[in-house]
């Protein structure tokens, strides 16, 4: 069973910053894309960014300019650096991994208060 391990949730007033984190085990090799996607109270899940093996991203236009992802290779490891965060980013972020098959994480609350 893969688990992916991930820090940096919390509460967090608008505007501020926090970074997420996430580590795949070593024993995952050529990992395709990492990223984040989350989920608020009543709605679905959605992509906020992804970080493909190359370096190349993509993020959710709701995030753009405010939100960097990237990625340490060598340490399985995805990042999510957000800033100027509002009240609308809170919900429960998910890291994705991506191989042969998509591992999830177990979630981390993001909550921003007004």
């Known amino acids: 069973q893969v688990q992916l391990v991930e820090s940096g949730g919390g509460l967090v007033q608008a505007g501020g910053s926090l970074r997420l984190s996430c580590a795949a085990p070593g024993s995952i090799f050529s990992i395709d894309a990492m990223g984040w996607h989350r989920q608020a109270p009543g709605k679905r899940r959605e992509m906020v960014a992804v970080i493909d093996s190359g370096g190349s991203t993509n993020y959710a236009d709701s995030v753009k300019g405010r939100f960097t992802i990237s990625r340490d290779n060598a340490k399985n490891t995805v990042y999510l650096q957000m800033n100027s965060l509002k009240p609308e980013d809170t919900a429960v972020y998910y890291c994705?991994?991506?191989?042969?098959?998509?591992?999830w994480g177990q979630g981390t609350q993001v909550t921003v208060s007004s």
């Open positions: 994705l991994c991506v191989t042969t098959r998509a591992y």
